[in-house]
């Protein structure tokens, strides 16, 4: 890991995936990973980006993170791909939303419809939540539900197989909009060009960070993961296996 110390040396803001890089799917960080955290706020500037709505945010971070308020104006959130921004100032507070139309929503809500009756692998029979799930300003198509266990995501498309036939079916219907692998068992449509490296510069934008002083880390930057486009962009990435190498990553950047 001393590669990852002296990679983010010089780096002022450490940007994370949230779902299989800071916490396991949908779940929450553990108590070290609240730690760790609170200590390189301490360093560094953090920003959260996801596919995740803020509510998942909530859930899975800012109820489970315990640190200082100051702390706090030092981590920025920017749920649904960047599509919305928050941050905390005497509490957390919306900086801008780019909502999906009706007309939108529904033309990809049809084109899921559409996609999965073409499905050459048989559904899933039991979910867990509804598998469609409008997050006002994303929609997600999660095919175990958004409350499935781990275990049961993990074993139902490990090799992304199934998702990138439904991919490739809703190019057909809906090429207008960006269309994107995220998770273990989810599709996420926005419009065209929202992915994480439209979030790249709505970070840059917001909080007046150049690209070289950023440091990516997620488990999805292989080609055609949600992850894949902060590559593009310039920034350094540190791709992670889950939030056990995401641990073992922070700690080595912090100093002492």
């Known amino acids: 890991m001393a590669l990852v110390r002296t990679v ?3 780096k002022r803001l450490i940007i994370f995936d949230l779902d299989g890089t800071l916490t396991e799917s949908k779940s929450g960080i553990d108590g070290e990973m609240s730690d760790l955290l609170t200590k390189l706020l301490t ?3 953090v920003a959260v980006i996801s596919g995740g709505a803020y509510e998942q945010f909530e859930r899975q971070l800012l109820e489970r993170i315990s640190c200082p308020k100051e702390s706090l104006r030092r981590l920025y959130l920017f749920p649904t ?4 921004f928050y941050r905390y100032t005497t509490g ?3 900086v801008y939303e780019e909502a999906l139309l009706p007309e939108e929503k529904n033309k990809i809500f049809q084109a899921f419809e559409k996609a999965l009756t073409e499905a050459s692998f048989r559904l899933p029979e039991k979910t867990y939540g509804k598998p469609i799930e409008d997050r006002k300003t994303q929609v997600t198509y999660s095919a175990l539900g958004q409350k499935a266990p781990t275990e049961e995501k993990r074993a ?6 199934k998702r990138q036939e439904l991919k490739q079916s809703l190019e057909k219907y809906i ?3 960006e269309i994107r692998l995220g998770g273990t068992t989810s599709i996420d449509v926005t419009r065209k060009g929202i992915d994480k490296a439209y979030g790249i510069s709505q970070i840059g934008k917001y909080l007046c960070i150049t690209r070289g002083e950023m440091l990516f880390i997620g488990d999805a930057l292989f080609e055609g993961g949600n992850d894949y486009a902060v590559k593009k962009t310039g920034v350094e990435c540190i791709a992670t296996t889950g939030p056990e190498c995401t641990k073992g990553i922070i700690r080595s950047m912090l100093s002492g």
């Open 81 to 84: 791909c960047s599509t919305s």
């Open 43 to 45: 360093e560094k500037e």
């Open 92 to 94: 957390w507070a919306k």
């Open 175 to 177: 090429p207008e909009f």
């Open 156 to 161: 139902w498309d490990p090799d992304n197989k």
């Open 8 to 10: 983010s040396k010089g």
